[in-house]
């Protein structure tokens, strides 16, 4: 609702005491199926995903978690229900545009490149998505703002600088998570983020998570960890071909 209608339906006396804006609905799963041939994996999944808050996908191995991650990332359309981004259903969508600009997807097994440094990888990605859509650029300020995203996900200037070989496991999954940021997504979706973390680093990374939720931005990820998902704000589980939560 507009600002200006809200202040109207106020009462006068009551000035002071504006509620919060109520929260933005980014993402809404309509009984969403997906099936591959005559398999059916996922089976009228309902479900409501907020900016500024962290959601875990959990279920066991196979019951579809990587399978609604595509579906949700635009890498392929739902078998039959529907899938609504910010309102819009997402068959009607520019995939391209809405995997450069709406979506960050980080992947378990990070998908970097391992010989070039953690800042080569960010301004890559960038630089592809600018060029893919025409837009001129200048590469000192994708330096710039790729170096403001390692920062800001916890990187030291000597380790952006280093070859992702190496770096440490956590320190690689930053720097995934760096280039997700780089399109300015709304929707951050990760497949088993801390998979291959230990504990500690797990723990620094559903941090850094959860702090870019309370940004603003509509965090999902993918878990078959109890103590991860135990770290999120709300939690859907996936059993084969049924929704139980
Ligand atoms: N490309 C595919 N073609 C056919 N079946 C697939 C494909 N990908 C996954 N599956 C099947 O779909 C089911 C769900 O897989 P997946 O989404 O990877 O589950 P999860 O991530 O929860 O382990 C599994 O039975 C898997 O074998
Ligand atoms: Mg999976």
Do not use: W
Not at 37 to 42: F, K, N, T
Not at 127 to 148: F, K, M, V
Not at 178 to 196: F, K, V
């Amino acid at each position: 609702m507009l600002k200006e209608n809200v202040e109207k339906l106020m009462p006068e006396t009551s000035a002071d005491a504006v509620p919060a804006p109520s929260p933005r609905e980014l993402v809404r799963l309509d009984r969403l199926c997906y099936s591959y041939g005559s398999h059916q994996v996922l089976k009228n999944i309902s479900a409501s995903f907020l900016a500024g808050k962290i959601y875990a996908i959990v279920g066991r191995s196979g019951a579809g978690k990587t399978t609604l991650l595509s579906v949700m990332s635009g890498l392929t359309d739902p078998t039959s229900g529907s899938l609504y981004v910010n309102g819009e259903d997402i068959r009607k969508e520019d995939k391209y545009i809405y995997r450069s600009h709406t979506v960050g997807v980080i992947f378990q097994s990070y998908n970097l490149l391992n010989k070039l440094t953690a800042l080569e990888n960010v301004v890559l990605s960038m630089e592809i998505s600018l060029r893919n859509q025409g837009t001129h650029y200048d590469r000192a300020a994708l330096q710039e703002e790729a170096r403001r995203l390692l920062d800001r996900v916890g990187l030291t200037p000597d380790e952006m600088d280093r070859r992702v070989l190496k770096l440490s496991g956590g320190q690689q999954q930053r720097v995934a998570i760096a280039r997700a940021l780089a399109c300015q997504p709304d929707i951050l979706l990760a497949d088993e983020p801390t998979g291959s973390l230990d504990q500690e680093t797990q723990a620094e990374i559903m941090t850094l998570l959860k702090d870019l939720a309370r940004e603003g931005k509509c965090v999902i990820i993918v878990t078959h960890s109890p103590e991860v998902a135990g770290m999120a704000d709300e939690q859907i589980t996936l059993t084969q071909a049924k929704k139980t939560a």
